[in-house]
């Protein structure tokens, strides 16, 4: 009977204490995806250029009831924000790596040399289809060919083929308003899988193939800019006009399943390349690096998970809910076991322009170009935008590029 008692007594106890740790102030609700920018806009767009119509997809989906929270959506609210160029649309296309950190050194050039520029994101991924078609090529077939990859993967072919802007290539035909690349790399897709089934593995052949596929869905890049009145070549635009080298910047990683403290690969579909130069660090270290840095006046690309229940399209805001985890449970193990069991994935990159503190935690000001922060009002100052908790940068980024001089202390580990 008295170990009975006692015994009573310990699980009521842990029971009163679980009771106080549960009490969820955050409640679910389905929503009805009304279409948006990306079947109003986008598809519209694509829909005009083929002459078709197709009706626009309903789904319901359950997210985070964000009714009657004070949440710190309107721009104007954060004071502490760099220069960055006015969010632009990917259109459908993966692309979002390339058009985040395009951003983010647009940021960079103008935080260094207060020069403003608008730099191509599609001469980047022109050559990283070249670049991935040549690697799949040479290994045979064993190599990832989609639309997805890094931010540093910016730094890779800016070394090898520079950079343009904007202006000099748009890699829009058509006249076409968004990009929209579904048919053009099913086509690259069919054509590399049937070199596999063929075993015809002629690199020069099989990249002129890829090249002419791209000029035609994306036009040829060009091998010569005009910049300060003089012609060059895209190196020379990188080197002598933007002055930025690639080498400078680090990509900052946190997760369990390698060393801390080390250069490790970021084990994941999009770095196709199997890149090994990212800096593996605990949770505790990840935030308080990025926090030092946001704080020092730069910009950081991030990536990371954005297909959560607290990810909300309609304010535009990403909380963890606490019917998710609470807040003081988040820790590098919780991260690990998203990561682990799927439920973070790589699936986007962003560029952080912004912060503010609100009840003892920052909250993020986030530019996109991805058609889910676009389904507001597009004369609004957040049309293009999305505003992170500092938990759901904690959970849900895994990863993050910023400038070696901003995260220095980190290296001294």
Known sequence: MRKNYYMILVVTGLSLSLSGLSQNKDKATFRV???????NSILRDDREVKQQVKPAEVKKSLVADMSGKDLPNKKAMYKNQQWHN?????????SCWSFSATSFFESEIYRL????????????????????????????????????????ALKRIWKEYGIVPASAYTGLLQGRKYHNHEEMVTEMKTYLASLKTNASWNEKEALETI???????????????????????????????????PADYVDVLSYMQEP??????????????HD??????PLVEFIEALKKAVRGGYTVFIGGDVSEAGFDRKTQCAIVPDFDIPSAFISDDARQFRFTNNTTTDDHGLHLVGYLEKDGSDWYLVKDSGSGSRNNDENAPEFGYYFFSEDYV?????????????VKHLFSK
């Open 33 to 39: 995806n009304e279409p948006g920018f990306y079947q």
């Open 211 to 245: 090249k002419a596929i791209l000029d035609h869905y994306m036009g040829k890049p060009p091998v010569e800019v005009t910049a300060d009145g003089k012609k060059m070549t895209p190196q020379q635009y990188l080197h002598d006009v933007l002055k930025i080298n």
């Open 394 to 406: 904690k959970l849900k980024i895994m990863d993050y590029m910023v400038h070696k001089d901003a």
């Open 113 to 152: 040399y207060k020069k403003e520029v608008k730099l191509s994101e599609m001469y980047t991924v022109y050559w990283e289809y070249v670049e991935k078609a040549r690697r799949y090529v040479q290994q045979r077939g064993n190599s990832v060919f989609d639309e997805g990859s890094e931010a540093n």
């Open 86 to 94: 006015p969010p632009i649309s990917q259109g459908n296309t993966g």
């Open 260 to 273: 801390f403290h080390e250069y490790v690969e970021y084990k994941v579909p999009d770095n196709w390349w």
């Open 276 to 281: 090994s130069g990212y800096y593996n660090v």
